[in-house]
């Protein structure tokens, strides 16, 4: 799958942000996927993972509501009610934190709420990777493979060094080849060099979240609207493992919720 060690067990929990109100997609966490709610199909796949504890960090009781029965039958699932205040979801696990009075060791993953095909073995790996690497946060990357993709601002691109920490993450073309991308995007037929899409599910501890949001945001986390740059600015390390089966982008409109959906009904007939 990775370089990612699958020997040992990680103590870790599993935080589901979900915000109701989403501008693009209103009362997102509650479409259907897949006949469910999204914020069940993301909770299922999050409690077939070896996470001790799922935590729903839910701010609507109509949310509230819909994930009740999965929390009668799954003893690992917890809903935490949260408030309309957090502007992300990294703001609103900070608030569950507090609420649930988590130790500050204990090792998070942070899977969004909009990813209802993400896969156990992608959440357990970036735990794993977080452990055993000993940075402030673990995430995924994939290897691009269409070009178009290299250039698409909402492709987020990340590059690493030779220990593969992430150098920095952009919605630019990086690395930028020169030789190759200076004639013009049109006259690229392949590529010269590796690329990386970044993956967003994120690993840390919980002290790290609670600090990050201590800390001033950073001009190129700004620059780009890219949150986890906050942390490369203030010289935090972030390991980062590749993957060759990465998962399908989530939904934030209603197109991405039929294509979703078409994927779901395809693999149910396969």
Do not use: W
């Not at 942000?17 to 999204?38: F, W």
Request: one cysteine or more; a negative charge.
């Amino acid at each position: 799958m990775s370089e990612v060690v699958k020997e040992g067990v990680v103590d870790y929990v599993v935080a589901i942000p979900a915000r109701y109100a989403s501008t693009r997609l209103a009362g997102k966490p509650l479409a259907l996927v897949g006949g469910k709610p999204m914020i069940v199909q993301v909770c299922l796949k999050a409690l077939a993972s070896k996470a001790k504890a799922v935590i729903a960090c839910v701010d609507h009781e109509e949310v509230v509501k819909a994930l009740e029965p999965v929390d009668t039958e799954n003893p690992r699932l917890q809903i935490c009610l949260t408030s309309d205040k957090p502007r992300s979801g990294t703001e609103r696990i900070a608030e569950m934190l507090h609420l649930q009075n988590l130790d500050p060791e204990t090792i998070v993953v942070n899977v969004q709420g909009d990813e209802p095909l993400i896969t156990k073995d992608h959440i357990d790996e970036v735990a794993s990777l977080l452990a055993r690497s000993g940075a402030d946060m673990s995430t995924l990357c994939a290897p691009i493979t269409t070009i178009s993709d290299v250039f698409d601002p909402n492709c987020v691109k990340v590059v690493l060094d030779k220990n593969n920490f992430a150098l920095y993450f952009s919605r630019a073309p990086i690395p930028y080849e020169r030789d190759n991308f200076m004639r013009g995007v049109d006259q690229v037929t392949k590529l010269e060099y590796t690329h990386y899409h970044h993956i967003g599910i994120y690993g840390y501890k919980a002290k790290t979240i609670l600090d990050y949001l201590q800390r001033e945001p950073a001009p190129l986390e700004q620059a780009e609207s890219l949150e986890q740059l906050r942390l490369l600015h203030y010289g935090m390390r972030i390991a980062v493992a590749t993957t060759d089966r990465p998962p399908e982008t989530g939904v934030d409109t209603q197109a991405d919720l039929e294509r979703v959906n078409r994927i779901l009904a395809s693999e149910h007939q396969s």
